[in-house]
């Protein structure tokens, strides 16, 4: 039984671990949002495997078990690099899926091909478990370990050689953990698993040709020349590539703001993407007369000219385009925060002569952090705070579960910034303008309403009064204060914009005729939470608890027939991606209700079964996504959050289940999970302060003090599913098939819902769902047993 442990454990490890780096492989080549499809279609393949297990029961238990597990294990190895030749081999351009035959074919092949790997690799784990259910609490105790230590390991790894070579690297573990399976009983057969693991690894020799990561048409990488990259760096947060941009010198590309009436020479310049997105750039340095003077022109700088000898803090250094205008504009000191830790060290080491060593400045202390989280765990107060576009449409590391979240734009984040301003201090972000085709504000809009709303929760009868905002061709600028701005700042602004040629879209002091007239009209409504409800766009101020910034559409019309086809006609952003995801699992659930009940007859399982294990695989994925997301920010990076959750819920869930038959011989499973719903119930309305009291502790306190609040409801969620499968053997049920099935449908259905509901309501609406669904699962316990 040891043996079947260690090997159970660590497939799991390679299982997770392949997931995990194949989302960051799709963010890369396609966009972020998609991946939601591994996460569905991995989850997917879990649920057929359970149908397949008790389609063909029959023919697998005439299969010798040994034999079965290793030739699994291999084949899961196997198809996990065909999959991805076969996809990478055939790209798509994910926004032109719905008006390209072509391109739509081959999204669908895409998800085809990605189904067996995971079917075959839920197969070995559900045969495992029903085939020694004696042992399942052990067995299932080492799936879930096996799968925490591959979150570690995956981000490692992709830390060390990129989410490609990870995603080989763990493929290829796969065959060596046959080999080591089937040695002591066909050692010929082990060495042929061994020889296809070193022929996994060895694909990595020719992966542009058999693994050709292309860069999408309709991504901004497209534009650079391959042959002109200058740094690369792949790590567990993103892919980030440097390039030589000598024809974007002549225009503004990468100095976004830059006013049209600049008529000074541009600089030479790198291009900088992140996924293949997210343009940003890098200056060279020049000491030349003049060579600096297109700075004048550029809107987000205007704060300084406010200010004496100014004290900055700038969030999102990338580059250090904003730490040289700051300087530039009379900083006397700039502390730079960069989350990336590839661009952090592109611009410390190999690019730091390029950029005239504007992370080692005397005066330019640089910080590898979040900034959200640098500004609440610092005492230090700035003359200006600024952030200039600090955003990606990238995956983080929390992988499947982002959807573009944000925790810099919320109403919180802007209330820290402003509490550590020095009196007369100043907020500016620069963000997108892109109005709708009506010409309706949308990203400005929110970014304006937020504002308001931030300062109005502050205590300022009046914060329309703290703000000026201005635009220069599609971006907009926008100052804050603590304080209102006066007649003397006003005036000075005004007369930089003409000279400039920027154009306020508000201030306080005059009603503007020559801008769209929704910030206006927002100032003056009586009821602004009404007003935003009937405008066309989501432009409610995010929250920590929902902080998607950027996704504009109102997730109540998401299925607005007009929205709803004009996304399936213009490309599939994230929500429509949820949309259509959400309308297949309900789709696949109504067939695998269909199926059960006629399977139900040939000892298919029971309804109440099949609600038991829907309810745990339901709360135990939204709590996880939940908790992914809301310690982002208390451990500092995306990185951190995915890791120590993960790892804490998996491993302790782990625990639980090895040691669930002691205390369940004690303690009735409905009240280890009514525990569980008295926990999550607790953290729903206290986690959220608790964690805000405790953000300024040292990290690694804040690492252990995630792990045990953690750890208790892990441990109890962790006894859900072994025991429920002791109820079942010891009533004389030992098909666990269907009810596999029920649990990776509503898993997938949790993770798409989740994110759904955090977007319309927030996140702790999801963790009560999460309690009501482990309530229901108490309920129907006891009933699990035939004789009850």
Same mark, same amino acid.
């Given at each position: 039984?040891?043996?079947?442990?260690?090997?159970? $454990?660590?497939?799991?490890?390679? !299982?997770?671990?392949?997931?995990?780096?194949?989302?960051?492989?799709?963010?890369?080549?396609? @966009?972020?949002?998609?991946?939601?499809?591994?996460?569905?279609?991995?989850?997917?393949?879990?649920?057929?495997?359970?149908?397949?297990?008790?389609?063909?029961?029959?023919?697998?238990?005439?299969?010798?078990?040994?034999?079965?597990?290793?030739?699994?294990?291999?084949?899961? &190895?196997?198809?996990?690099?065909?999959?991805?030749?076969?996809?990478?081999?055939?790209?798509?351009?994910?926004?032109?899926?719905?008006?390209s035959l072509a391109d739509m074919l081959k999204l669908v092949t895409a998800t085809l091909v990605l189904l067996p790997p995971f079917v075959m690799m839920g197969m070995v784990v559900l045969y495992m478990l029903q085939k020694w259910d004696a042992e399942v609490s052990r067995l299932y105790a080492a799936n879930l370990l096996g799968s925490g230590l591959g979150c570690l390991a995956v981000l490692l790894l992709m830390d060390a050689v990129g989410g490609l070579y990870a995603y080989v690297i763990v493929a290829a573990l796969m065959p060596l953990i046959a080999a080591f399976a089937s040695f002591s009983w066909n050692k010929k057969l082990s060495l042929v698993f061994a020889a296809l693991a070193v022929l996994i690894a060895s694909s990595l020799i020719f992966n542009t040709f058999i693994y050709p990561l292309k860069q999408p048409n309709d991504k901004v990488a497209a534009w650079a020349n391959e042959k002109k990259i200058v740094y690369s760096d792949w790590t567990s947060l993103s892919k980030v590539d440097i390039f030589e941009a000598e024809k974007f010198h002549s225009t503004g590309i990468g100095l976004w703001g830059l006013s049209p009436k600049n008529d000074k020479p541009l600089p030479e310049r790198l291009g900088v993407v992140i996924d293949y997105w997210a343009y940003t750039t890098i200056i060279r340095h020049k000491n030349l007369q003049g060579y600096y003077d297109w700075y004048d022109y550029m809107p987000m700088y205007i704060a300084y000219q406010l200010l004496d000898k100014p004290e900055a803090l700038v969030i999102g250094s990338g580059g250090g385009m904003d730490i040289r205008g700051a300087l530039l504009n009379g900083a006397s000191k700039v502390d730079a925060v960069e989350i990336n830790p590839a661009i952090y060290d592109a611009m410390m080491n190999s690019l730091d002569t390029y950029s005239g060593d504007i992370y080692k400045l005397p005066n330019v202390k640089a910080h590898l952090a979040e900034g959200?989280?640098?500004?609440?765990?610092?005492?230090?107060?700035?003359?200006?705070?600024? !952030?200039? &576009?600090?955003?990606?449409?990238?995956?983080?590391?929390?992988?499947?579960?982002?959807?573009?979240?944000?925790?810099?734009?919320?109403?919180?984040?802007?209330?820290?910034?402003?509490?550590?301003?020095?009196?007369?201090?100043?907020?500016?972000?620069?963000?997108?303008?892109?109005?709708?085709?009506? +010409?309706?504000?949308?990203?400005?809009?929110?970014?304006?309403?937020?504002?308001?709303?931030?300062?109005?929760d502050m205590g300022y009868s009046e914060p329309w009064k703290h703000i000026l905002f201005m635009r220069? &061709?599609?971006?907009?600028?926008?100052?804050?204060?603590?304080?209102?701005?006066?007649?003397?700042?006003?005036?000075?602004?005004? $007369?930089?914009?003409?000279? /400039?040629?920027?154009?306020?879209?508000? /201030?306080?002091?005059?009603?503007?005729?020559?801008?769209?007239?929704?910030?206006?009209?927002?100032?003056?409504?009586p009821d602004r939470a009404l007003w935003r409800d009937k405008y066309p766009f989501n432009v409610d101020p995010p929250t920590d608890d929902s902080p998607f910034f950027f996704e504009h559409r109102k997730m109540k019309n998401i299925y607005d027939r007009e929205s709803f086809v004009h996304r399936?006609?213009? $490309?599939?952003?994230?929500?429509?991606?949820?949309?259509?995801?959400?309308?297949?699992?309900?789709?696949?659930?109504?067939?695998?209700?269909?199926?059960?009940?006629?399977? /139900?007859?040939?000892?298919?399982?029971?309804?109440?079964?099949?609600?038991?294990?829907?309810?745990? +695989?339901? +709360?135990?994925?939204?709590?996880?996504?939940?908790?992914?997301q809301r310690l982002v920010l208390f451990l500092g990076n995306p990185a951190n959050a995915l890791s120590v959750v993960m790892f804490s819920i998996l491993v302790f869930s782990g625990l639980g289940s090895m040691l669930g038959n002691r205390i369940c011989a004690?303690?009735?499973?409905?009240?280890? !999970?009514?525990?569980?719903?008295?926990?999550?119930?607790?953290?729903?309305?206290?986690? $959220?302060?608790?964690?805000?009291?405790?953000?300024?502790?040292?990290?690694?306190?804040?690492?252990?003090?995630?792990?045990?609040? !953690?750890?208790?409801?892990?441990?109890?969620?962790?006894?859900?599913?072994?025991?429920?499968?002791?109820?079942?053997?010891?009533?004389?049920?030992?098909?666990?098939?269907?009810? @596999?099935?029920?649990? &990776?449908?509503?898993?997938?259905?949790?993770?798409?819902?989740?994110?759904?509901?955090?977007? +319309?309501?927030?996140?702790?609406?999801?963790? @009560?769902?999460?309690?009501?669904?482990?309530?229901?699962?108490?309920?129907?316990?006891?009933?699990?047993?035939?004789?009850?």
């Open positions: 039984m040891f043996k079947r442990i260690a090997i159970l $454990g660590s497939f799991s490890v390679a !299982l997770l671990a392949s997931e995990i780096a194949l989302t960051k492989i799709f963010s890369v080549i396609f @966009w972020y949002h998609f991946g939601f499809l591994i996460l569905s279609t991995s989850m997917l393949g879990f649920a057929l495997a359970g149908l397949f297990m008790r389609i063909y029961r029959e023919r697998l238990s005439q299969i010798d078990p040994d034999k079965f597990i290793a030739y699994g294990i291999a084949a899961s &190895g196997f198809l996990l690099v065909i999959s991805l030749s076969l996809i990478t081999n055939n790209h798509f351009s994910p926004l032109s899926v719905s008006t959200r989280r640098f500004v609440e765990s610092s005492h230090k107060k700035w003359d200006i705070v600024q !952030l200039s &576009g600090v955003d990606t449409y990238s995956a983080t590391q929390a992988g499947a579960f982002a959807l573009s979240e944000n925790f810099l734009y919320t109403k919180e984040a802007l209330r820290s910034y402003l509490n550590h301003l020095k009196e007369n201090g100043i907020l500016t972000l620069t963000r997108w303008y892109i109005p709708s085709k009506n +010409g309706l504000p949308r990203f400005s809009m929110r970014l304006f309403t937020l504002t308001i709303e931030s300062l109005a220069s &061709g599609d971006f907009t600028v926008i100052l804050i204060k603590n304080e209102p701005f006066n007649r003397k700042q006003i005036q000075f602004v005004e $007369g930089e914009c003409e000279r /400039r040629g920027f154009m306020f879209l508000y /201030r306080p002091d005059i009603r503007l005729s020559n801008v769209p007239l929704a910030y206006q009209s927002y100032i003056d409504t399936l006609l213009h $490309g599939f952003d994230g929500q429509t991606i949820l949309a259509i995801l959400l309308l297949e699992m309900l789709l696949v659930s109504l067939t695998l209700m269909v199926i059960s009940y006629k399977l /139900r007859s040939n000892g298919g399982g029971r309804p109440l079964g099949w609600l038991y294990f829907a309810a745990i +695989g339901l +709360g135990f994925m939204m709590f996880e996504v939940t908790f992914t004690k303690v009735p499973l409905s009240v280890i !999970l009514l525990l569980v719903v008295v926990g999550m119930i607790l953290w729903a309305a206290g986690g $959220g302060p608790l964690l805000n009291a405790l953000i300024a502790i040292p990290k690694f306190l804040r690492i252990i003090t995630a792990i045990i609040l !953690l750890a208790p409801i892990s441990f109890l969620m962790g006894m859900a599913f072994p025991q429920a499968v002791k109820k079942l053997n010891d009533s004389g049920e030992h098909d666990l098939g269907i009810y @596999w099935a029920w649990n &990776g449908v509503a898993s997938v259905t949790a993770s798409v819902l989740a994110v759904i509901i955090a977007m +319309g309501v927030g996140f702790s609406l999801v963790l @009560w769902l999460a309690a009501v669904s482990y309530l229901l699962a108490a309920i129907v316990a006891p009933r699990l047993s035939r004789n009850v």
